[in-house]
Nanobody, 123 residues
Framework: VQLQASGGGLVQAGGSLRLSCAASGRTFSSYIMGWFRQPPGKEREFVAAISWNPLNTYYTDSVKGRFTISRDNTKNTVYLQMNSLKPEDTAVYYC?????????????????WGQGTQVTVSS
């Protein structure tokens, strides 16, 4: 699976962005998909994940109620809708795919990674 993230940019605090991650390959619908981010000078961290059928989602506490992960298996695409953005959301955002069966926040569980897209939130 090859992943291509897009949709990042510069936005003011309180604004919104929608990230997209397009996947190649016919088995996209069998993967758990996740979003991670890496703030400047910090480690990469989990943001959200969604099951292969989009019924189950999992978020890190800091984005609950503001971010929504979704997927369209007919388009081989996963999305991250980000609302009420804060300066601390500034990071490079990565999408990732996991062969597993449980939604987990652990980076090492994800098998494939996209190249990242920059999100900058100004105060």
């Amino acid at each position: 699976v090859q992943l291509q993230a897009s949709g990042g940019g510069l936005v003011q605090a309180g604004g919104s962005l929608r990230l997209s991650c397009a996947a190649s390959g016919r088995t996209f619908s069998s993967y758990i998909m996740g979003w991670f981010r890496q703030p400047p000078g910090k480690e990469r961290e989990f943001v959200a994940a969604i099951s292969w059928n989009p019924l189950n989602t999992y978020y890190t506490d800091s984005v609950k109620g503001r971010f929504t992960i979704s997927r369209d298996n007919t388009k081989n695409t996963v999305y991250l809708q980000m609302n009420s953005l804060k300066p601390e959301d500034t990071a490079v955002y990565y999408c990732a795919a996991d062969h597993g069966i449980r939604l987990v926040p652990d980076l090492e569980e994800y098998d494939y990674w996209g190249q990242g897209t920059q999100v900058t939130v100004s105060s």
